[in-house]
C-alpha cells in the first residue's frame, strides 16, 4: 500500500505533467518535439513538463537546473538520455545510488536507491535560461515534492540556479531567514538548522565537464561526502551552523 508520501509524489507528477501555466516553455518543449534531433527522428518525444523520479523514500535528493531539450524533454525522466546523464548517472552507479551506470530511456530498469532527483524548472528553456518567473512558477511543485520526502536528509545542489531556488525553498519554509551568509561553490556545504546538509556541486553540463571545470572526482567526491552523511550519526538530530567547506 502507498505511503502518503507516494501518494504526494503520485498526485504531484500528475499535476506537473498537465502544466501550461509557462507559454514561452510549453511552445518551446513541444516545438523541439517536432523538429527533433537528426540522431532521434525515430523517437516520439515526451516535450512536456517532466516530473521527478526516484525512490520516496529518499534521504538524499539532487535538485538540478531543467530538463534538456533533447534529453529529458526526450526521454520524460530528468537527467536521462544526453551528455549530462551519461556523465551523472555513471557516478551515481559508482557511489551505490544507481543500479546500472546508463539512463537512455525511462523503460531502461535504472533504479535510484536512497536518491531523488527533480529540477527547478520542469520543462525545457530556450539556450538552458529560464526567466526568474518561470522558475517562479515552478516553485510551488518544488516546495511539495520536498515536503513529501519525509526522510530527506541531504540536498546535492547542481549549478547556482538551483542553488538559489532551494534557499528560496527554505526561505518560504521559515528554515533560514534570509540567503545572507550563502555563496555558491562547487564543495560547499552547508548545516541548515533543520537538520538537513546542503551540498553544492557545479553542474554536470557538457559545457563544465569536456572543458575539465567538473571532473569526475569532484563530483564523485560530493557523492560520497552525501553517502557518509547519511549514515553518519550526527545526523540524527539538528546540526549546528556550519560554514562553507571544500
Known amino acids: 500500500m502507498p505511503t502518503s508520501g507516494q501518494t504526494a509524489l503520485l498526485q504531484l507528477h500528475r499535476e ?13 518543449c513541444r516545438k523541439i518535439g517536432q523538429e527533433k534531433r537528426r540522431a532521434y527522428l525515430d523517437w516520439v518525444y515526451w516535450a512536456k513538463p517532466v516530473p521527478g523520479w ?49 539512463s537512455l530511456h525511462r523503460e531502461d530498469g535504472l533504479k535510484l536507491h536512497d536518491l531523488y532527483i527533480t529540477a527547478a524548472v520542469r520543462c525545457a528553456p530556450p539556450g538552458n535560461k529560464p526567466t526568474p518567473q518561470e522558475i517562479s512558477s515552478c516553485a510551488t511543485f518544488l516546495d511539495r515534492e520536498i515536503g513529501a520526502l519525509t526522510n530527506l ?25 534570509s540567503k545572507a551568509g550563502f555563496s555558491f ?18 553542474h554536470p553540463s557538457l ?38 567547506q571544500s
Open 153 to 177: 536528509k541531504v540536498v546535492i545542489v547542481l549549478g547556482k540556479i538551483a542553488f538559489d531556488a532551494f534557499l528560496n525553498h527554505a526561505k518560504r519554509r521559515k528554515v533560514i531567514a
Open 207 to 244: 559545457q563544465n565537464t569536456n572543458t575539465g571545470k567538473l571532473t569526475e572526482k569532484m563530483m564523485l567526491d560530493v557523492f560520497r561526502m552525501a553517502s557518509k552523511l547519511i549514515t553518519s550519526r550526527s545526523l540524527k538530530t539538528p546540526l549546528a551552523w556550519a560554514s562553507p
Open 16 to 28: 506537473v505533467v498537465a502544466c501550461t501555466q509557462c507559454p514561452r516553455l510549453i511552445s518551446f
Open 54 to 102: 526516484g525512490d520516496p523514500s529518499a534521504r538524499v535528493l539532487i535538485l538540478g537546473l531543467a530538463p534538456g531539450a533533447h534529453g529529458s524533454n526526450r526521454t520524460g525522466r530528468p537527467f536521462t538520455g544526453d551528455g549530462s546523464g551519461h556523465f551523472l548517472y555513471r557516478l551515481l552507479h559508482m557511489t551505490g545510488f544507481a543500479s546500472q551506470p546508463t
Open 185 to 202: 561553490s562547487h564543495g560547499a556545504r552547508y548545516s541548515l538548522p533543520d537538520g538537513r546538509i546542503l551540498l553544492c556541486s557545479y
